[in-house]
Every structure is written in C-alpha cells, then in structure tokens.
C-alpha cells in the first residue's frame, strides 16, 4: 500500500517585526519565523527585502510558498523547518 504525503502548504502570511513573519499552515500550526540571517546577509534576490516596507509586501503565491514584488520567493517546507 502506499500512503501519500500531505503537501505543506502556507495558508497565511504577515509580516508582524522588520524580520519576522507569522506564518499558518495547512498543517493546523502557527509559527513566527525569523528570517534575520537570510535579510542581513541577503544573497541578491532578497536585497530588497532590507527595506522594511518591502519586507512588509509578503503574500502567499500560487504553489503554496510565499514570495514577494520584488522576485524573492520561499517555499513552505524551509519555513516550516526554521
């Protein structure tokens, strides 16, 4: 017998500090994620995201991840293991 796996998937998202985000999946769990390391030593698709107001534009895209205006994007499994 196989047995599918659930795929993880972000249902909300919030920018709620200037590196953190709220996040709910599909899963019933609630986290806040720090993404400090990843904003303070950006490689060149998150540059934008230094500024706080970009930060801020977070939403959930089409595949379950989130992403942002500016092209960054991260999927809900490397959430979900911070």
């Known amino acids: 017998m196989i047995i599918a796996k659930e795929i993880l998937e972000v ?4 920018a709620v500090s200037r590196n953190e985000l709220a996040v709910t999946f599909n899963n019933d769990i609630e986290k ?4 400090n390391s990843l ?3 950006p490689p060149p698709m998150f540059m934008k995201l230094q500024d706080e107001q970009q ?6 895209n089409m595949v379950g991840g ?3 205006d ?6 809900a499994d490397y959430l979900f293991s911070k």
Request: hydrophobic share 50%; aromatic share 8%.
């Open 55 to 60: 930060f801020k534009k977070v939403t959930v």
């Open 66 to 68: 989130i992403s942002w």
């Open 32 to 35: 806040i994620i720090s993404l």
């Open 39 to 41: 904003i303070q030593n």
């Open 11 to 14: 249902l909300e998202v919030k």
């Open 70 to 75: 500016c092209g960054a994007d991260l999927s």
